[in-house]
T-cell receptor
């Protein structure tokens, strides 16, 4: 299975701290994407990083991709209470395959 | 990004009934649509992929006769859960893409189905 595995499964930090989530996968990919999902809601696309890219930034988000290790990380800097959500990585080859997700809680 | 709507946002039905969920593209023509299901505190699992005017391609383990998908136009796809049972209770999410770039998907807000 190409399904990504994420760790940690749950992460609780204080507001203002940085949050790092990791994703590993098993097979070759075209790109890797990160999504956010608030409880009981749809998915919000955060960032897409292609297989030939190593790092990408978007606002307070920083994503890295290491294709040799088949892993990616999502860093959220200066976290806010509104960042509380579940975060999923999704790998794309012929279809989008989601990881198990990390439930992030930002404590005020 | 594109705007995708789903209707209804939540539905409660009795066991044995059929439920139709609509997925609409509000501002672009969606060549390909995808249906996912998500159990509580779990990840999204792709159920099927459909292209406008053709039959849907179902993922392994998904019963095509139970989960009927119709993609009759470029702006509307429907998922009908037939003879629903409590184990079908889940969060169903659709997504759409344009052209050949199916890596760029726009997700709907999801439909919460509860079967009593």
């Amino acid at each position: 299975s190409q399904q990504g595995e994420e760790d940690p499964q749950a992460l609780s930090i204080q507001e203002g701290e940085n949050a790092t989530m990791n994703c590993s996968y098993k097979t070759s990919i075209n790109n890797l994407q990160w999504y956010r999902q608030n409880s009981g809601r749809g998915l919000v696309h955060l960032i897409l990083i292609r297989s030939n890219e190593r790092e990408k930034h978007s606002g307070r988000l920083r994503v890295t991709l290491d294709t040799s290790k088949k892993s990616s990380s999502l860093l959220i800097t200066a976290s806010r209470a509104a960042d509380t959500a579940s975060y999923f990585c999704a790998t794309f080859a012929q279809k989008l395959v989601f990881g198990q997700g990390t439930r992030l809680t930002i404590n005020p | 990004g594109a705007v995708v709507s789903q209707h209804p946002s939540r539905v409660i039905c009795k066991s044995g009934t059929s439920v139709k969920i609509e997925c609409r593209s509000l501002d672009f023509q969606a060549t390909t649509m995808f249906w996912y299901r998500q159990f509580p505190k779990q990840s999204l699992m792709l159920m099927a992929t459909s292209n406008e005017g053709s039959k849907a391609t179902y993922e392994q383990g998904v019963e095509k006769d139970k989960f009927l998908i119709n993609h009759a136009s470029l702006t509307l796809s429907t998922l009908t859960v037939t003879s629903a049972h409590p184990e079908d209770s889940s969060f169903y999410i659709c997504s759409e893409s344009t052209g050949a770039a199916t890596d760029t998907q726009y997700f709907g807000p999801g439909t919460r189905l509860t079967v009593l």
